[in-house]
C-alpha cells in the first residue's frame, strides 16, 4: 500500500495534479501547489460542496472572513492556551517532533535517544499588523474558518433576517504550523477548509448532529468515494476538544491505514459565549415566538479540501493489465486510469484529431473543441499515437475522448470513447453537446449513439 502511495505522488506531479512549492528551490517542506489539474479537481470539490450546502439548501448562508482578525478572537476562542502540541527535541541533532507521535523514542535523523522534556507549542503562525514588531501588533493567521461565523454571527443573523436553526458557511486559506508532517499533503501548513457552524437551540442538538453526521458522510460518497474506504469513529469523552460535547471523524482509508477526512462536532454554546465575554456584545439570540433569549448550541461540519482531493486519487487510481486500445497490443503492458467521479472530474472532454498531417482532419477537430469548450472543460491533443493519447486522458480521469477521423470529413460525425469501458459510439457532431450532458448526468452511453463494434 505505501508502494501506492508513491505511484500517486509521481502521477499528481507529472500529470500536473500536485508539486512542491516553491520547488526549484529545493522546495519547503508541507506546502504544496495545485498545478493545472489539481486546481480543476479542487474547484470541482468546492463547488459541488457549494451548491450541495449552500444552493440546495434553504437555511445556510455563506460568508468569506478574513484570514487575520483581531487577535483577541484567539484568547476568546481558547486557541492561545489549547491550540497546542508536545513538542520534544533530539539533543544530539536538535531535529524536532511531536512527542505523541515517535513512536520509538528514537531520532529518525541520527538514531539519538536522549530527548528534551515536553513543552507545548502553538500551532498558529504569527505575524504583525502594520511597520512595527512588537507584542502590541502581534497577530495570527487563522488555523480554522470557524471564529469569524462567531464574530459575524449577530451581523448576519439580523442582516439575512435567520431563525435558529440556521447555518454560516465558509471555505477558505488556513495556516498551522505542524512539528510534523508527512504522507504527502495529508498534514499541510498552509490548506483549505470548508464547513458549517449551524445554529440550533438548545435541547435541539443531538437531533442536528446526527442529521448533518449523514449528510456530511453522504457527500463524500457522492464525491466517489467507495463506502468500504469510509467509517465512522466516535471520539471518546476524555479525548474531546475544551468546546466539544460530542465529535466523530468521518475516516477514509488510505494506502497507511484509516486516517480523519472529515468530522462534525457539537460545540455546544462554548463560543458565542466566549466571543461575548471577551468582546462585551450580546450574542445571545432572542426568540421573539417564545419570548426567550438563548445562546444557541453549535454544530460544526466541517473538512478539509486537499484531504478530500487526496483521498480522491487514491480511491480512483487504478491500474489494468494488457492494452485497453486498440492500438495496444501487448498484454504485459499496465494502464493507470483514474475514476474520478463525472460530477468532479478536471477534464471533461478531449478532442483528438486522428492525425496531426492532415490539415482539413485538424481544422474540423479545433472545430469540434471550439463548440464544445464554451459547455465543458475541454483539452485538445493532437500528439503521439490516438492509442497513446487515449491513454493519457485515462491517467488524468477524463471522461470522454472524441476522435475526429476520416469518416468525419466524410459524413461530420466522430467516435466518443468511454473512460471506464472504452467502449465507443458513433455520433453526429451537431448532437455533440446533447449526448456529452447526458453522459455527465449519468444516463447510459451506450444508449446515446450507435455502438462501434
Not at 177 to 195: L, P, V
Not at 196 to 201: A, G, N, P, Q, Y
Not at 218 to 244: I, M, Q, V
Request: hydrophobic share 35%.
Amino acid at each position: 500500500m505505501v508502494d501506492l502511495m508513491q505511484k500517486i505522488i509521481s502521477l499528481a506531479k507529472r500529470r500536473g495534479f500536485i508539486f512542491q512549492s516553491s520547488e526549484i528551490y529545493g522546495g519547503v517542506e508541507a506546502l504544496w501547489d495545485y498545478g493545472p489539474l489539481g486546481a480543476l479537481l479542487k474547484n470541482n470539490i468546492r463547488r459541488l460542496w457549494l451548491k450541495r450546502f449552500i444552493q440546495d439548501q434553504e437555511d445556510v448562508v455563506l460568508i468569506d472572513g478574513t484570514v487575520i482578525m483581531h487577535p483577541k478572537t484567539w484568547e476568546a476562542s481558547g486557541h492561545l492556551e489549547s491550540f497546542t502540541d508536545p513538542l520534544i527535541e533530539c539533543k544530539t541533532c536538535h531535529t524536532r517532533y511531536r512527542e505523541d507521535q515517535l513512536l520509538k523514542k528514537q531520532c529518525s535523523q541520527c538514531g539519538g535517544k536522549d530527548f528534551t522534556p515536553p513543552r507545548q507549542f502553538n500551532l498558529m503562525f504569527k505575524t504583525f499588523l502594520g511597520p512595527v514588531e512588537d507584542k502590541a501588533h502581534l497577530a495570527y493567521l487563522r488555523p480554522e474558518t470557524a471564529q469569524s461565523m462567531f464574530t459575524d454571527f449577530k451581523t448576519v443573523q439580523e442582516a439575512m433576517r435567520l431563525k435558529p436553526p440556521f447555518g454560516i458557511a465558509q471555505t477558505g486559506h488556513c495556516f498551522r504550523n505542524e512539528i510534523t508532517t508527512g504522507n504527502f499533503t495529508f498534514r499541510s501548513r498552509e490548506f483549505d477548509i470548508a464547513e458549517i457552524e449551524f445554529f440550533v437551540e438548545p435541547g435541539q442538538d443531538e437531533k442536528w448532529f446526527d442529521f448533518w453526521l449523514d449528510r456530511w458522510e453522504k457527500f463524500f460518497f457522492d464525491l466517489g468515494l467507495k463506502k468500504e474506504n469510509l467509517r465512522r469513529y466516535e471520539h471518546p469523552k476524555k479525548s474531546l476538544a475544551h468546546y466539544s460535547k460530542r465529535t466523530v471523524d468521518i475516516e477514509y482509508k488510505f494506502p497507511w491505514g484509516f486516517a480523519e477526512l472529515a468530522g462534525v462536532a457539537n460545540r455546544t454554546d462554548y463560543d458565542l459565549k466566549r466571543h461575548a465575554q471577551f468582546s462585551g456584545r450580546d450574542l445571545s439570540y432572542y426568540d421573539e415566538e417564545k419570548k426567550k433569549k438563548y445562546y444557541p448550541y453549535v454544530i460544526e461540519p466541517t473538512m478539509g479540501l486537499e484531504r478530500a482531493l487526496l483521498a480522491i486519487l487514491c480511491d480512483a487510481y487504478t491500474e489494468v493489465k494488457g492494452g485497453r486500445t486498440e492500438t495496444t497490443k501487448s498484454t504485459k503492458e499496465t494502464e493507470v486510469i483514474l475514476k474520478i467521479d463525472k460530477k468532479i472530474a478536471p477534464i471533461q472532454v478531449a478532442v483528438l484529431p486522428l492525425v496531426r498531417n492532415k490539415p482539413e482532419l485538424v481544422k474540423k477537430a479545433k472545430e469540434v473543441f471550439q463548440l464544445l469548450k464554451p459547455y465543458f472543460m475541454c483539452q485538445y491533443d493532437d500528439v503521439g499515437s490516438i492509442g497513446r493519447r487515449y491513454r493519457r486522458g485515462d491517467e488524468v480521469g477524463t471522461i470522454v475522448s472524441i476522435a475526429c477521423d476520416f469518416q468525419t470529413l466524410e459524413d461530420n460525425t466522430v467516435t466518443l470513447r468511454d473512460r471506464d469501458s472504452m467502449k465507443q459510439i458513433r455520433v453526429e457532431i451537431p448532437k455533440l453537446k446533447d449526448i456529452i450532458q447526458k453522459i455527465l448526468e449519468g444516463e447510459d452511453f451506450f444508449k446515446l449513439g450507435e455502438i462501434i463494434k
